[in-house]
């Protein structure tokens, strides 16, 4: 059912037009709030979690209808997957870019680099204009339960001229890239591994991977974070922030983790209404069950 909803929403990015599409995601959106009322208490509470840890806490109805906006930009960004995956020379005009030139610093230093995202906005987009610029961008992607959906997502990734790394394999071909000066683009605040450290995040602990803090330790490649946020009238802004350099005499698994976790944490709270996390995060059991279905699947 799942599969032929992506395959339906993939032939009519083919024939309607994208301001068409738009408007209808924002409709769709809002069924979709209406028809998940559990899971809406859920994000409503991740929302206030959110606003308080920056200090400016949300009412009820306020947390609902910032998630009711999350819905809406969900259903747009999985609108925009199939769209650009046809359309791909669309997406330039719409994108403003930010600070791009610190990928050909850290790729300056030899060791590669490790771009680290967050579901907030649309990752794909983001990892899409990486590699029109010239560079090769290696995205690590969790395995889809069923094959025909799988093989739809990963078509259109490659197409966008990602090279693909499925998490059961990552580790290796992820170090093989960064030693040949390559780029690996993994998300910050979702862990599909059998991982059960926690880190701290907005203020109670989380499973958050811990790939990037081991590869950078083991590499010597830097941390970038970078975030393709949606802008009003559906246009983009894909934006790079300064880079970590991780230190093995010096630094910890520990401390890189805390200091990436801070740094998601203010792109997050920034664009909470762009935040794509329906589930709790902060019960860690849950998460860690959540994650092995995956890991069971593979």
Known sequence: MIYWFFRLIAGAT????????????DLLGA???????????????????????????????????RVRRVYASFVKTVMDYFYFGAHLEELPPLV???NMELLAKTRARGHGTIIISAHVGSVDN???LVARHGYICHIVVITQHDPRQDKLFQFQR?????????????????VRALRRNEAIALV????????????????????????????????????????????PGDRFRLYF???IYA???????????????????????????????FHDLWDVDADWRFAQTYTQHK
């Not at 083919?14 to 068409?20: A, E, F, G, H, Y």
């Not at 409503?44 to 979690?49: F, I, P, V, W």
């Not at 701290?200 to 393709?228: E, K």
């Not at 230190?247 to 794509?276: M, N």
């Open 126 to 128: 983001g990892a899409a």
């Open 247 to 277: 230190d093995k005499a010096r630094d910890t698994v520990e401390g890189l983790q805390r200091q990436i976790a801070e740094r998601l944490e203010r792109a997050i709270a920034e664009h909470s209404d762009q935040w794509h996390i």
């Open 96 to 98: 403003e870019v930010e």
């Open 158 to 174: 490659l197409s966008r001229d990602m090279r693909i790394v499925p998490i059961g394999r990552a580790t290796r071909e992820c």
């Open 188 to 231: 910050g605040d979702r862990d599909f591994t059998p991982n059960r450290d926690t880190t701290m995040f907005f203020g109670a602990p989380a499973r958050l991977p811990t790939g990037a803090t081991r590869l950078a330790l083991a590499t010597g490649a830097a941390i970038v974070f970078s975030y393709c946020v949606r802008l």
């Open 14 to 25: 083919r024939l309607i037009p994208r301001r068409v599409l738009c408007a209808l995601c």
């Open 241 to 243: 922030c300064d880079p």
């Open 31 to 65: 069924v979709v709030y209406l028809a998940r009322r559990r899971e809406v208490g859920v994000m409503a509470a991740t929302q206030q979690r959110v606003a308080a840890h920056r200090g400016r806490p949300l009412t009820a109805n306020e947390a609902r209808r």
